[in-house]
């Protein structure tokens, strides 16, 4: 088992949660993850099993943990990007739609590709999403899962280097951020977001 896992993120079925703990059980078969939940009464214990200590919560919840296996599907975790996209272009679609139409009706128009009708995405829709991201001053985006600058758990510096300076062009006004209830494992993956928002002034993490 990987251990480097410990201390990560994640989020099993809406639920989020810190791995503390990777290993085997005693009394079980396999390996397991002690995951610490950021709502205390969700678990069934406290870090132990049978008498035997494997980990330790920071809440002093006497459920705060659980054991989940490793192969258990975890949610996936969001890039602060496409956290961004999701939470406020994906909002304007609507009203994009029914952009020009004074009845309301949808002015989207469809094409046709293998016999398949599919909708055609305008670029004057997707001019009018990106400006409008890089007018946006207030951002909330707790409860999304972003785990950093990438899509991923892991926060590769080769490839975060790449994609970073996507944020600045993207959304250069904002002035308040929340990013709490995140999969944002350190203050670094942290820093690298912050980093780009020269105008930031009100942060929230927790």
């Known amino acids: 088992m990987d251990h480097s896992l410990v201390g990560q993120r994640r989020?099993?079925?809406?639920?989020?949660?810190t791995i503390r703990y990777v290993g085997s059980v005693q009394g079980t078969v396999g390996d397991w993850l002690g995951v610490e939940w950021d709502d205390a009464t969700r678990g069934k214990h406290a870090g132990e099993h049978k008498g035997v200590r494997y980990f330790t919560c920071?809440?002093?919840?006497?459920?705060?943990?659980?054991?989940?296996?490793?192969?258990?599907?975890?949610?996936?975790?969001?890039?602060?990007?496409?956290g961004l996209r999701e939470k406020y272009a994906s909002e304007s679609e609507q009203d994009l739609s029914q952009e020009g139409n004074p009845n309301g009706a949808s002015s989207k128009r469809l094409i046709e590709i293998s016999g398949k009708v599919v909708e055609e995405v305008g670029f004057d829709k997707i001019r009018k999403q990106l400006a409008e991201l890089q007018e946006l001053r207030i951002v909330l985006l707790d409860g999304l899962l972003i785990s950093g600058v990438l899509s991923s758990y892991d926060q590769p510096e080769d490839q975060v280097d790449q994609f970073v300076q996507n944020i600045a062009a993207t959304c250069p006004q904002i002035t308040e951020l929340d990013l709490s209830r995140s999969l944002l494992t350190s203050w670094r993956h942290v820093w690298q977001i912050c980093s780009q928002l020269k105008k930031l002034r009100k942060l929230k993490v927790k």
């Open 11 to 17: 989020s099993f079925d809406g639920q989020l949660c």
């Open 58 to 82: 920071k809440s002093k919840y006497p459920t705060a943990g659980s054991f989940v296996r490793p192969s258990r599907p975890s949610d996936p975790p969001r890039s602060f990007l496409e």
